[in-house]
């Protein structure tokens, strides 16, 4: 796995609220997140040595709790991980809650929603990882905002991406896996996976299919913008973003934003011009008649052209 560039190997995380194994001091935070970096690291197979034993994780499991579990108390900031202004009024909250599964559907315009998830979450200092996405850039994640000292990639986990994304669950905010689909997760792998989200109060976002996620994103009638007949560049790509998922109407909730904007990140979409009207055609209601020729004369004209030809 690698960390962000310019970021530290080993960040200290922060208590998130709502996550029972939180708890502790400062010193124990930043041990228990380097305990959890180099148990990732050890499992997807791109450390194979390090000097001196990997000790316990310092904090003990957490009590798991039924999938059907509901808390009681209201949602505040403190259970949200904020995401860009333009999609707040999409979510239940205005964020991505804590302990919650979000799937967001491939296609285009993904790769850039995904970035402006990030960008969001990382800049008010929430930690984001993402496992099985060799194809991610970081120059363009940069341009995007996404911060990359707090975000870790693992490309590749191998054979134990279950293991890998647990252990991330275990110290980061928001971890992200890339094509389940693809991996051929079970059933059983999501369930245990969505728990282990809420037992720690992180966001487990996948990038493609998730059966039963908590909420759905996903885009619609992409169209990019700034090129005019003929010459320009492309400058914005304007989507409409929609909403599928719990605390959501059954038809969903949309809204239109330039993703990415001109800037490179996610702004609200201007409205878009009228069709100027087409100056209507004049009716024409009436026609000059035409005087009628009978056919006794047409019958005249036939003959007396021949007639004349041989008087000629």
């Known amino acids: 796995m690698s960390p962000g560039a310019g970021g530290s190997r080993c960040p200290g995380h922060g208590a998130r609220p709502g996550a029972g194994a ?14 959890v970096l180099r148990r990732t690291e050890t499992r997807a197979g791109l450390e194979r040595s390090r000097p001196g034993p990997v000790g316990p994780c310092p904090e003990p499991e957490p009590p798991a709790r039924s999938a059907g579990t509901v808390e ?20 239940p909250g205005g964020g991505l809650r804590r302990g919650s599964t979000v799937a967001v559907g491939v296609g285009s315009g993904a790769g850039s929603l ?7 979450a990382s800049a008010e200092g929430a930690w984001a990882g993402v496992v099985g996405r060799p194809g991610l850039g970081a120059t363009a994640a940069a341009e995007a905002g996404v911060r990359l000292d707090r975000l ?9 991406l279950v293991g890998v994304t647990a252990a991330l669950l275990d110290g980061l905010d928001l971890v992200v896996v890339a094509g389940p689909e693809r991996a051929g ?17 992180a966001v487990l ?22 090129v005019g007949r003929g010459t320009g560049r492309l400058r914005s790509r304007r989507v409409e973003v929609r909403a599928e998922g719990r605390g959501i109407g059954p038809a969903g909730w949309g809204v239109e934003v330039l993703l990415p904007g001109p800037g490179g990140t996610v702004v609200p979409a201007p409205a878009t011009p009228p069709v100027p009207a087409v ?16 056919a006794a004369a047409v019958g005249e004209i036939a003959v007396a052209r021949p007639v004349a030809r041989a008087a000629g």
Do not use: K, N
């Not at 996948?206 to 990019?224: E, Q, S, V």
């Not at 100056?279 to 009978?294: D, E, G, K, L, Q």
């Open 114 to 120: 995904l970035f402006a998830l990030l960008a969001a």
């Open 205 to 226: 976002l996948a990038l493609g299919g998730w059966p039963g996620a908590d909420l759905r994103l996903h885009c619609t009638r992409p169209r990019w913008e700034g």
């Open 72 to 91: 009681a108390r209201p949602v505040t900031e403190a259970d949200l991980l904020p995401v860009p202004g333009p999609l707040a009024g999409l979510l």
């Open 152 to 160: 870790a990639l693992v490309p590749d986990p191998g054979a134990d």
């Open 185 to 201: 997760l079970r059933a059983g792998d999501r369930q245990r996976l969505a728990a282990r989200a809420r037992q720690r109060g």
């Open 22 to 35: 939180a708890a502790g001091s400062a010193a124990e935070r930043l041990a228990r997140a380097r305990h």
């Open 279 to 294: 100056p209507s055609v004049p009716a024409i209601t009436s026609v000059p008649s035409v005087p009628a020729v009978s």
